[in-house]
């Protein structure tokens, strides 16, 4: 499986397969056989975050299955609770003791959190973890144009990707355009919209029809 999931390279030279697998939910030992069988079936690229709390899950997963570390991408995701300098570098840290990793290939600010206003300093950190060896790409979730815009402003380094909701009722054509002009990949959470409704959409159906594909 793992040979037909394309690459993608992100602005900082990083390769990431174009399909990962999302632990939301997946916690103890169910959730590490389910991220074991995820990767001995071909998935490389594993997406977790300190809210999910089950980085130590997916930790196990990894050391339980076949494929060395350095053929995997393990993404984790910064709390907006830890936006403070000092609680960024420290949930960084806490996040790698929690899987028994010694780096993430991804880490991204979980969500901007406006109101609070400290994404800037979060992202420094980021920054800073990314030069320690800490975490090999930093990037973002849930960002709109004028919070990516500020982090390239007031640091000089922006991200290497944005995950959103991104689904065939959600199509985010604006923040797309937007982060395909700056460079910035798309990355789409709950893809599949959840399920809702669209395992029996008639349009959809008939474009998997015509691709000879399941409509997931
Ligand atoms: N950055 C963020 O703010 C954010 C927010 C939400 C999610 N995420 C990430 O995105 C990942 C995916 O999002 P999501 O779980 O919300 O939504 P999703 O992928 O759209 O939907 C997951 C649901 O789809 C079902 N499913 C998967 N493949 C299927 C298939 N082939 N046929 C029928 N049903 C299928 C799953 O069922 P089973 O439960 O039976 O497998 C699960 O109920 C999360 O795990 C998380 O890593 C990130």
Same mark, same amino acid.
């Given at each position: 499986?793992?040979q037909s999931i394309p690459e993608i390279q992100l602005n900082d030279?990083?390769?990431?397969?174009?399909?990962? @697998?999302?632990? /939301?939910?997946?916690?103890?030992?169910?959730?590490?056989?389910?991220?074991?069988?995820?990767?001995? +079936?071909?998935?490389?690229?594993?997406?977790?975050? !300190?809210? !999910?709390?089950?980085?130590?899950?997916?930790?196990?997963?990894?050391? =339980?299955?076949?494929?060395? =570390?350095?053929?995997? =991408?393990?993404?984790?995701?910064?709390?907006?609770?830890?936006?403070? /300098?000092?609680?960024?570098?420290t949930a960084i840290q806490e996040s790698l003791f929690r899987a028994?990793?010694?780096? /993430?290939?991804? /880490?991204?600010?979980?969500?901007?959190?406006?109101?609070?206003?400290? !994404?800037?300093?979060?992202?420094?950190?980021?920054?800073?973890?990314?030069?320690?060896?800490?975490?090999?790409?930093?990037?973002?979730?849930?960002?709109?144009?004028?919070?990516? %815009? =500020?982090?390239?402003?007031?640091?000089?380094?922006?991200?290497?990707?944005?995950?959103?909701?991104?689904?065939? @009722? @959600?199509?985010q054509e604006e923040q797309r355009a937007y982060h395909q002009e700056?460079?910035?990949?798309?990355? +789409?959470? +709950?893809?599949?919209?959840?399920?809702?409704?669209?395992?029996?959409?008639?349009?959809?159906?008939?474009?998997? %029809?015509?691709?000879?594909?399941?409509?997931?």
């Open positions: 499986m793992s030279g990083l390769t990431i397969p174009a399909l990962g @697998f999302g632990t /939301y939910r997946l916690n103890g030992n169910r959730g590490a056989s389910a991220v074991q069988s995820a990767i001995d +079936s071909g998935y490389r690229l594993i997406d977790t975050a !300190y809210n !999910y709390e089950n980085e130590a899950t997916v930790g196990e997963g990894i050391r =339980r299955s076949s494929i060395p =570390r350095n053929e995997l =991408r393990i993404t984790s995701k910064l709390p907006g609770r830890y936006h403070e /300098y000092d609680k960024a570098v028994q990793l010694d780096y /993430y290939d991804l /880490y991204l600010i979980h969500w901007p959190n406006p109101k609070e206003d400290l !994404y800037v300093e979060a992202w420094q950190a980021l920054i800073d973890a990314q030069k320690w060896g800490l975490i090999r790409s930093i990037g973002v979730c849930n960002f709109l144009p004028e919070h990516l %815009d =500020r982090l390239e402003q007031e640091t000089g380094i922006k991200p290497s990707m944005n995950q959103v909701e991104l689904h065939p @009722f @959600f199509n700056k460079q910035i990949q798309t990355q +789409s959470w +709950s893809p599949l919209a959840r399920v809702q409704n669209i395992l029996d959409n008639e349009v959809i159906q008939s474009v998997a %029809d015509h691709y000879d594909k399941t409509v997931s």
